[in-house]
C-alpha cells in the first residue's frame, strides 16, 4: 500500500499571518461539521455565508467529521438544510477513515464485521469490502463506529470475531458524545468495553489522529491545505500532528481562555471568532521590545505576561471585576494568545511550571 501524500509542514506553535483572505493562500480547507458548520440542530452564525463564498474563489472543501453514523449523503443534505453547499465527494468522516486505514492493512473484498451503522457499512462497501454483523462468517476485521443501535448483541459479535483473530479497527476514540441532554457515551466508550472483554487494543482512525486530515487531503486535492475546527484536543491536535496549519473558531467547543493557555500541540495558527476568519487576512504578531519588556502586537493591540498575569497595553492586567468573563475584541484576544504562548514556552524550555491566572474571556465580534 502506498503512503499518504507528505502535507505541507506547520512548523510553529504560534499564530502565523497571512497578507491574503485564508481562501485565497490555502487551496484546500479540511472543515469540521459540529460547532463549525452547524451547532446540532442550531445553524452557526456567518458559518454558510463564508464556506459558499470560499467555494467560489476556487478553494476546495472538504467536511471532515468524527462521526461515523452519517454516510456522505446524510452530511450532505445536514449542511444544505443549514445553506451550506456540498457534495457527497467532499465529505471525509471517521467511518471513511478507518475503512481507508484498513485496507492499508487487509487484502481487498475481505468479509469485515460492523459493529456500527450505515455510515460504517457504506464506507467499507465503497472501499470494496463485504460486510456482516455476524462472527460466525469468519471476518477478517471489526470496525466500529458508534450508532444508536450498538448494543449488548452486536458488541459481543465484536468481542466472538477478535477473540477468533480478527483485527479491531475504531472509527475514533471520543469517550464522550455531546447531546441536548449532556455529554453522552460515544464511540471510544464502547470499544473500551470490547477491548475489555477482548485484550486487544485497537487501529483507531478520526481524529486526533493526523491519518485523518491526510485521507482526506489526498481524495481532495491541493497543496496547501487549511484545517478549520472549534475543538483544540481533536482538531488541532490532529492538524498539528499532520503538519497543518488550522484555523481556530469560537462557534464551538472550545472557548478563548482554553485557546489562550493551549499546549504547543493544540495551537491553531489563525483564530477568529467564526468563519468570517476563512475569507480575511490574519495580521501577523511582531514581537516589541519597549523599556527591556517583551510585548506581542497583533494588528493594533499589545499583550504581556506581567508576574503570571496578562496584561493588555493600555488596558491594564486582564482580571474580572465582578466574577464574569472579561469582554475584548479579535486583535487583543490574538495578542493575548502570543503572549501567553511565548511565555509558556520559555517556562517549559526552563523546565518550570507554566500557570497563567487567567479569567473566562468572550470575544466580541468584529
Not at 26 to 51: I, K, Q, S, T
Not at 129 to 143: G, H, I, W
Not at 215 to 227: D, S, V
Request: hydrophobic share 45%; glycine share 10%.
Amino acid at each position: 500500500m502506498t503512503s499518504p501524500e507528505p502535507t505541507p509542514t506547520c512548523t510553529t506553535a504560534t499564530l502565523v499571518g497571512s497578507d491574503e483572505p485564508l481562501c485565497a493562500a490555502y487551496d484546500v480547507a479540511l472543515l469540521d461539521l459540529d460547532g463549525v458548520c452547524f451547532a446540532g440542530e442550531a445553524r452557526v452564525p456567518y458559518a454558510a455565508d463564508n464556506v459558499n463564498a470560499a467555494r467560489k474563489t476556487g478553494m476546495h472543501l472538504s467536511f471532515v467529521t468524527n462521526n461515523a453514523s452519517r454516510a456522505p449523503q446524510t452530511v450532505v443534505d445536514k449542511l444544505a438544510a443549514n445553506d451550506i453547499v456540498a457534495a457527497p465527494s467532499e465529505v471525509f468522516s471517521a467511518a471513511m477513515d478507518a475503512a481507508a486505514m484498513l485496507a492499508e492493512h487487509v487484502d481487498p473484498g475481505s468479509m469485515v464485521l460492523v459493529v456500527g451503522g450505515e455510515g460504517v457499512r457504506q464506507a467499507l462497501l465503497d472501499e470494496g469490502f463485504q460486510v456482516t454483523s455476524s462472527a460466525q462468517d469468519e471476518p477478517v476485521a471489526v470496525v466500529q463506529g458508534w450508532d444508536p443501535a450498538v448494543d449488548w448483541a452486536l458488541l459481543s459479535e465484536g468481542v466472538y470475531a477478535i477473540n477468533a483473530g480478527a483485527l479491531h479497527v475504531a472509527t475514533n476514540l471520543d469517550a464522550t458524545l455531546p447531546t441536548e441532554r449532556g455529554f453522552a457515551l460515544g464511540n471510544g466508550s464502547l470499544v473500551a468495553a470490547i477491548v475489555n472483554a477482548s485484550g486487544q487494543e485497537p487501529l483507531a482512525g478520526g481524529k486526533p489522529f493526523p491519518g485523518i486530515y491526510t485521507r482526506a487531503l489526498k481524495r481532495a486535492g491541493g497543496t496547501k491545505p487549511l484545517a478549520i475546527g472549534d475543538r483544540l484536543n481533536t482538531d488541532h491536535v490532529g492538524a498539528r500532528a499532520a503538519g497543518i496549519p488550522g484555523l481556530h473558531v469560537l462557534t464551538g467547543v472550545s472557548g478563548a481562555r482554553e485557546v489562550i493557555t493551549a499546549p504547543a500541540t493544540e495551537r491553531p495558527s489563525f483564530l477568529h471568532t467564526d468563519l468570517r476568519g476563512l475569507n480575511e487576512p490574519h495580521p501577523a504578531p511582531v514581537r516589541v521590545v519597549r523599556d527591556g519588556q517583551e510585548w506581542w502586537q497583533v494588528g493594533g493591540r499589545c499583550a504581556r505576561v506581567v508576574d503570571s498575569g496578562l496584561e493588555l497595553d493600555g488596558v491594564g492586567t486582564v482580571t474580572s471585576q465582578d466574577g464574569g468573563p472579561v469582554r475584548i475584541d479579535l486583535d487583543s484576544y490574538r495578542a493575548l494568545a502570543v503572549a501567553a504562548w511565548a511565555w509558556a514556552d520559555a517556562q517549559v524550555a526552563r523546565g518550570e511550571a507554566a500557570a497563567l491566572e487567567l479569567p473566562e474571556i468572550e470575544v466580541i465580534e468584529p
